[in-house]
Structure formats: structure tokens, C-alpha cells
């Protein structure tokens, strides 16, 4: 089975610039979540979406969005881009089901560099 | 203050040597504990998870989960130089369904030959 996919791997914008990056989950997986990771702050839960509709937020501003579509890829945008948004962008999905623990199985993740 | 607290390191140890890795967390709701691996370059890999308290041992690897003390740790017996990585604990107070995890820093492990 492939593993979650995203793209582009490697992107540089300039501040001001609105970004979209693309995650596609675990054939199957109906949950996918996004997290920023700085050397910093480490890796931060930005929302979680499931069949469609975002069931948690962390505490990012506005600037982060996202959406999920009917075919559980999902993608995240950022506007007006500064320069603290430069981070590795993981997507993790998960099959969000059933009884048992749901692992949360991380992509490659999208280098987004902000000049 | 972070919810949850982890030494980054580095850590770099001799290989065949016993690592210990450690997390301490402030949120009392937390009851899946996680701990990740990380090569460079890669997005996280899941290692062990382990709800409420106990312990759990898989192979080389074992997790401990303290509620009492909101303390949780993880040993590498017989280390080996592929087990050089980030390892990240992180935490849940959600369903086991998914939802929202709390990491630590990431603790940067290097294991000489």
C-alpha cells in the first residue's frame, strides 16, 4: 500500500506570496492532520480534518488554512506569507476507525522556505 | 511553560549501549503516550504507543508511562547505529481515532560504532 504522499517536496516563496500544498493519505484513511515543524517550536499540530469537515485546530491565525476533499486528499493553504512560516509541513493520515488505537502515519513532509 | 518537555539533546552514545529518553507533560488529560523516530530528511515513523500507565516492550525497545509523575521514557537496549534519529514523544487527550497530538522537542540520538 503507498504511504501518504505530498507535494511539491521543496518550495521557496517570497513574504507576502499565499502558498497551497497537497497531502494525499493511505488509500482507505479518512482522517488527515497537518503539522508545522521549526527547529524552534518542534512540530505543532495545526487541524485536523475528517470525511470533509476540520475536527480540531491548533493555534495558528487565519493565515492557515485548510480543507479536505470528498476523495480524503487534503490540502493547506497559507496567505500573506512571512518569514516565520518557513518549516518542514507534515501531513499524517489515519484511518480513524474501529476499536483499536488509530496510528498516525506521517508523509515526507514539504520543505517550505520563505525569503 | 510547554505542555510537554524534552531534552533535545544531542545525545550521542556508544554503539551497544542502553539509551534512556525521557518526556514530562503538564496536561493531566493526556492518555495515549507515542514515542516517534525521525530520520533526517523523513517525516516521523511511529515506534510504540501506550495508553494510561504501564509498560510496553517491543524487541530492543521499551516505553514507560508514569501518570502519577506525568513522566514517560523510552529504552534502546543495544543500540546500533541505525537507531541514530530525532526521537519524539508525543501525546494525546483525544480519542484513539486521532485528533490532535502534543509533541516534545525531539531528543537528536547518535550512536558511534
Known amino acids: 500500500k503507498a504511504g501518504v504522499t505530498q507535494t511539491p517536496r521543496y518550495l521557496i516563496k517570497t513574504r507576502g506570496q499565499q502558498v497551497t500544498l497537497s497531502c494525499s493519505p493511505i488509500s482507505g484513511h479518512r482522517s488527515v492532520s497537518w503539522y508545522q515543524q521549526t527547529p524552534g517550536q518542534g512540530l505543532q499540530f495545526l487541524f485536523e480534518?475528517?470525511?470533509?469537515?476540520?475536527?480540531n485546530k491548533g493555534n495558528f491565525p487565519g493565515r492557515f488554512s485548510g480543507r479536505q476533499f470528498s476523495n480524503s486528499r487534503s490540502e493547506m493553504n497559507v496567505s500573506t506569507l512571512e518569514l516565520g512560516d518557513s518549516a518542514l509541513y507534515l501531513c499524517?493520515?489515519?484511518?480513524?476507525?474501529?476499536?483499536?488505537?488509530?496510528?498516525?502515519?506521517f508523509g515526507p513532509g514539504t520543505r517550505l522556505t520563505v525569503l | 511553560q510547554k505542555e510537554v518537555e524534552q531534552d533535545p539533546g544531542p545525545l550521542s552514545v556508544p554503539e551497544g549501549a542502553i539509551v534512556s529518553l525521557n518526556c514530562t507533560y503538564s496536561n493531566s488529560a493526556f492518555q495515549y503516550f507515542m514515542w516517534y523516530r525521525q530520520y533526517s530528511r523523513k517525516g516521523p515513523e511511529l515506534l510504540m504507543y501506550t495508553y494510561s500507565s504501564g509498560n510496553k516492550e517491543d524487541g530492543r525497545f521499551t516505553a514507560q508511562v508514569d501518570k502519577s509523575s506525568k513522566y514517560i521514557s523510552l529504552f534502546i537496549r543495544d543500540s546500533q547505529p541505525s537507531d541514530s534519529a530525532t526521537y519524539l514523544c508525543a501525546m494525546s487527550a483525544g480519542s484513539y481515532r486521532g485528533g490532535k497530538l502534543i509533541f516534545g522537542q525531539g531528543t537528536e540520538l547518535s550512536v558511534k560504532p
Open positions: 480534518y475528517f470525511s470533509e469537515t476540520q475536527r
Open positions: 499524517a493520515s489515519s484511518p480513524s476507525q474501529g476499536d483499536a488505537y488509530n496510528e498516525q502515519f
